[in-house]
């Protein structure tokens, strides 16, 4: 008796940008207090939803450049495992609909990346991103030979990669730096200005 082949699985990546109207600041935690979705902006639909990293965070930092008033920007990710062929299908469209992942929803880890938030006088923000997109990235190289050159120390590279150690955003941004002078990707356009503040933070830090 022949044998049913057992479906295989994989984890796939799926980055939501999200837009939430405030209409009330937590002054506790200083952030809004139950922003309500923004399914329509123009007669479209201003959320996105990509396995892209890239597309995503470039979409986010358009929309929190223009400082919204009133508009919560948000960017998460969902880690699903889903089948090897739907994975294959989930990867390769521009953009998700709900109905290309509704089957493994129910066990999406998600994880807030970045969120950016104003409303009548507060404001606030977050942006993790950089750690994602160099875990992304690595997948593409051989991480050794882009430590070497950013002069970041492998060990400290795998820790955060694989056991969640913390590094300096001043590292992930040499890193992300080396990989673009390699293979050209993970820099993306605005790196520059975050790592220059970064390096000057971290400057001024030292000091103290």
């Not at 939803?49 to 508009?71: F, H, L, Q, S």
């Not at 991480?143 to 955060?160: I, Q």
């Amino acid at each position: 008796m022949d044998r049913i082949p057992r479906n295989t699985y994989r984890e796939i990546r799926i980055y939501e940008v999200s837009l939430r109207q405030i209409r009330e600041w937590n002054e506790e935690y200083d952030y809004p207090k139950e922003p309500d979705p923004i399914v329509e902006i123009d007669d479209k639909d201003p959320n996105l939803v990509t396995a892209d990293p890239v597309d995503a965070y470039n979409y986010y930092i358009e929309w929190e450049e223009k400082e919204p008033e009133g508009m919560l920007v948000e960017l998460i990710v969902a880690k699903i495992s889903v089948e090897d062929s739907d994975w294959r299908v989930i990867a390769n469209k521009k953009t998700l609909e709900y109905s290309d992942y509704a089957d493994y929803y129910q066990n999406a880890t998600w994880e807030a990346l970045a969120f950016s938030g104003h409303f009548e006088g507060h404001y606030n923000r977050s942006d993790r991103f950089i750690d994602e997109i160099l875990k992304y990235q690595s997948e593409f190289f051989n991480m050794r030979a882009v430590c070497e050159k950013a002069k970041v120390n492998y060990s400290t590279f795998r820790g955060f990669k694989n056991n969640g150690k913390l590094m300096s955003s001043v590292k992930i941004y040499q890193l992300l730096k080396a990989m673009k002078e390699i293979g050209d990707r993970g820099w993306l356009e605005g790196f520059d200005r975050r790592y220059e503040l970064s390096t000057a933070l971290e400057k001024r830090l030292s000091k103290i």
